[in-house]
């Protein structure tokens, strides 16, 4: 969920993101700045595919070989050589970007690393998790045929097995620590070094946001329950997709009895479905809508009052001052955008609806034939063979997307159409709404194309961002664009630089 918005089948980004009011042509007027992370090493071999960039988009670590050793580079600056340092365990920067910690393997065993400093050597570590604020680090750790876990330091008890995936996890205020553990043939969830109650089964724990309350789904005696603050919550056959409401007061998950599902709503059982897909809270905490299966056809319960039956449901989203709503339904053939319960429009398909910040404008992609149109305001624009990443500008005044006609890429400001490019991807407008950006690659070299105008410096790719799933650009507050990249070195054969470029803009 991003900004109360939802798909209910396969991606769906909503993200509100970042204008300019024209399209420019004229030089590149912005102040371009290059600083090499990285260079390539004599007698080193560096694997780009270890880079780990960090979330402010200013650091890199990457992992290098020479003969048999390995060292982690992180910023230019070689750490100690190890026999091996681990491909399962990445290296993982804290959220201020200020620290970076990994797994090695010294001697007979394992240990992580802290920004260069060897903390204490275990027979294998995992599980390495900064929290929030980023002043604290847990990890999980084995010794001999018992696993604990250490935080800031300090050993737990020790148990028969702690996972390692989502485990341990911190509240979001960083004050609370919470983990699963083996304990025998059961299961145990320990927070604040307290053991909660053994289960046959136990799913991962998770906090709520203002991190007051503790919950996981288990399954014990062939029965599956919520506990709730260490209270068990009623027993059902089957249960799934819990969520707590953003301000943390209302909680919400789909119960399975017999060959019905429901929504316990605030500890509530609501009207039985024949299933149930994820709820969503409006941002403001007080609205609660989800997807319902009635035999054959699609409802949205919206405020507990279901629509009229639908072929198929997709979409659903809240606006930001959570008075509106919109989702994406289909009636035979025709697909629609409903907003506040009105059709708009009538299509062979509908992706990506979105509302402005000031949550008074709708747009979203519509397809007529095999042809794809961008749709602001209930006004259609040209037709492309894709249109992605709608986005409106934080001051609602603008709309920018990427489209693909032809097999060559453009970004789209207001209906008006960037110059052409073989890729367009990730436009972005600045958080003051007064420009607007996007990478573009041309015959093979990649760069950055603000206002319009297209940016001297040319990269051999960009790099991914902090989570490793996408090309992190970003923008900050005043105005300056910033990522990794990798870049030719003109000046040496050993191969390129790794390098951070920044814009002001």
């Known amino acids: 969920m991003t900004n109360g918005c939802v798909r209910f089948r396969g991606a769906f980004q909503c ?3 970042v204008v300019t009011l024209a399209w420019a042509q004229a030089a590149f007027a912005f102040g371009e700045k290059v600083d090499v992370l990285v260079k390539p090493v004599e007698g080193w071999l560096i694997y780009s595919e270890s880079a780990t960039v960090s979330p402010d988009n200013r650091h890199i670590a990457l992992v290098a070989k020479k003969n048999d050793r390995f060292a982690l580079i992180v910023d230019g600056k070689m750490h100690k050589e190890y026999e091996a340092i681990s491909k399962d365990t990445p290296p993982r920067f804290s959220p201020d970007s200020r620290h970076v910690a990994y797994k090695v393997k010294k001697g007979r065993k394992w240990l992580v690393v802290l920004d260069g400093d060897e903390l204490k050597p275990y027979d294998n570590v995992g599980g390495i998790t900064f929290s929030p604020d980023s002043r604290r680090l847990a990890y999980v750790a084995q010794k001999g045929a018992d696993y604990i876990v250490v935080l800031d330091g300090v050993e737990s008890k020790a148990y028969d097995g702690i996972p390692h995936t989502n485990n341990p ?32 089964k136990i799913s991962y724990p998770f906090f709520s946001p203002d991190s007051k309350h503790l919950v996981y789904p288990v399954i014990d005696k062939k029965k599956m329950f919520i506990v709730f603050d260490g209270k068990e919550l009623p027993q059902y056959e089957k249960i799934s997709l819990q969520a707590f409401s953003p301000d943390s007061t209302r909680f919400v998950y789909t ?251």
Request: hydrophobic residues 40%; neutral net charge.
């Open 255 to 505: 119960a399975r009895q017999g060959d019905k599902s429901f929504m316990v709503v605030d500890g509530k059982p609501q009207q039985p479905f024949t299933d149930l897909a994820l709820p969503v809270f409006s941002p403001d905490s007080k609205r609660l809508a989800y997807l319902a299966k009635e035999g054959e056809k699609f409802v949205m319960v919206i405020d507990g009052v279901k629509t009229a039956p639908f072929d198929e449901v997709l979409q659903f989203g809240f606006s930001e001052d959570s008075s509106r709503y919109f989702f994406t339904a289909r009636k035979g053939d025709t697909w629609s955008v409903y907003t506040d319960g009105k059709p708009q429009g009538a299509y062979d398909a509908v992706l990506l609806p979105m509302f402005s910040p000031d949550s008074r404008r709708l747009a979203y992609a519509a397809m007529k034939g095999k042809k794809w149109t961008l749709v602001v305001d209930g006004k259609q624009t040209a037709f492309y063979d894709a249109i992605l990443d709608i986005q409106f500008s934080p001051n609602s005044q603008h709309v920018l997307c990427r489209a693909m006609k032809d097999n060559k890429w453009k970004a789209i400001l207001d209906g008006r159409e960037s110059s052409t490019y073989d890729v367009v991807v990730l436009p972005m407008f600045s958080p003051d709404s007064r420009h607007h950006a996007f990478l573009a690659s041309e015959k093979g070299k990649w760069f950055a194309v603000i206002d319009g105008k297209e940016g001297k410096e040319r990269f051999l790719m960009f790099l991914k961002g902090a989570q490793q799933q996408a090309v992190n650009l970003s923008i900050d507050n005043e105005g300056r664009l910033s990522l990794v990249a990798i870049q030719e070195n003109k000046d040496s054969t050993l191969g390129p630089n790794f390098v951070r470029y920044t814009v002001d803009m």
């Open 169 to 200: 996890v911190f509240s979001p205020d960083s004050k609370r620590l919470a983990f699963l553990a083996l304990k025998g043939q059961k299961m145990v969830v320990v927070e604040g070094g307290q053991e909660g109650k053994e289960y046959e």
């Open 15 to 17: 993200a509100v993101l």
